[in-house]
């Protein structure tokens, strides 16, 4: 099936992105439990964000990076850490063992983020900047030491994939979808390392030195481009997941997605919305 690329058969609505501002340099990010800090500047550009639900069964991960999927969860709560440990987490082992067709998968992290009061239940904010979780150094090196770590006496891999599944558990419709980037328009060299540092508390001075190994990871942040196709779904259930690629090994293949939270402001959303994203990496041995 090819790439969706043309989208002048579908609405979009007019939403907010905010690029990374040519001045910015030195990029680091500091994670703290409910609060995100960046050293980089950014600048918001109104940016036409289409309306995927009418053509949502032609997306495919290998042709535009991301994929709409129905996929009931037997998850009561989100908010309950230990639910979620017990329930979700194999419930995304084995379903993108199946979906991939990988010989071994790695959890990453899961995370809730919230549009608003993201303290409560220890969540983040939406993420609210074009990024992609991943550079390409890092996305090999957290490969690697996964491997290590979790499958010491495998054989190796060939390929590797590291996705993020992305859920709404709040009612639709939402106040901050996520809005997801067509591989297909953005350009094999774009995306400026950024490294992200997991901490306790947001240090004072943000450019103080950091160990090599302190807990975090490395992804890219991007520069405007008027050519990016942006896309989002709106209305989405707890039952539907956008599964989208954070970077595939196999670059003959889509093997990235800019993504970014929007303010939607055509709806009147109830309640704020709450989200899970949960990171993997799947091995092909």
């Avoid at 910015?24 to 409910?34: D, K």
């Avoid at 960046?38 to 995927?52: A, E, K, L, Q």
């Avoid at 939406?126 to 490969?143: F, I």
Wanted: proline content about 8%; glycine content about 6%.
């Amino acid at each position: 099936m090819a790439a969706v690329t043309d989208t002048t058969s579908v609405q979009a609505v007019e939403g907010e992105l905010s690029y990374l501002a040519p001045e910015s340099t030195i990029l680091r990010r500091f994670t703290a439990p409910g609060i995100s800090v960046n050293t980089g500047s950014y600048r918001s550009y109104p940016m036409p964000i289409h309306d995927g639900r009418p053509v949502a069964e032609r997306f495919t991960l290998d042709g535009n990076g991301f994929a709409l999927i129905d996929h009931p969860t037997a998850v009561t709560d989100f908010t309950d850490p230990e639910e979620v440990d017990r329930v979700y987490v194999p419930e995304v082992v084995e379903f993108l063992l199946s979906r991939l067709g990988a010989d071994r998968v790695a959890t990453m992290r899961w995370m809730l983020r919230r549009s608003a009061d993201p303290a409560r239940h220890a969540a983040q904010p939406q993420a609210g900047s074009v990024h992609n979780d991943y550079s390409p150094t890092g996305a090999r090196k957290a490969a690697e030491a996964a491997y290590r770590s979790r499958f010491p006496d495998g054989p190796g891999f060939h390929r590797f994939l590291i996705t993020s599944l992305w859920r709404v558990f709040s009612p639709p419709p939402q106040d901050w979808p996520l809005a997801i980037c067509d591989y297909t328009s953005v350009g094999q060299d774009e995306g400026l390392d950024n490294r992200m540092y997991l901490v306790d508390e947001i240090p004072d001075d943000l450019y103080v030195d950091m160990p090599e190994d302190a807990p975090g990871a490395s992804g890219s942040e991007f520069l405007h481009n008027p050519h990016h196709r942006w896309w989002y779904f709106p209305d989405m259930t707890r039952d539907e997941i956008l599964l989208l690629k954070l970077y595939d090994s196999d670059q003959s293949v889509a093997w990235r997605v800019p993504h970014s939270a929007f303010h939607d402001r055509t709806v009147k959303a109830t309640e704020p919305r709450h989200s899970i994203e949960f990171r993997t990496i799947a091995y092909f041995e």
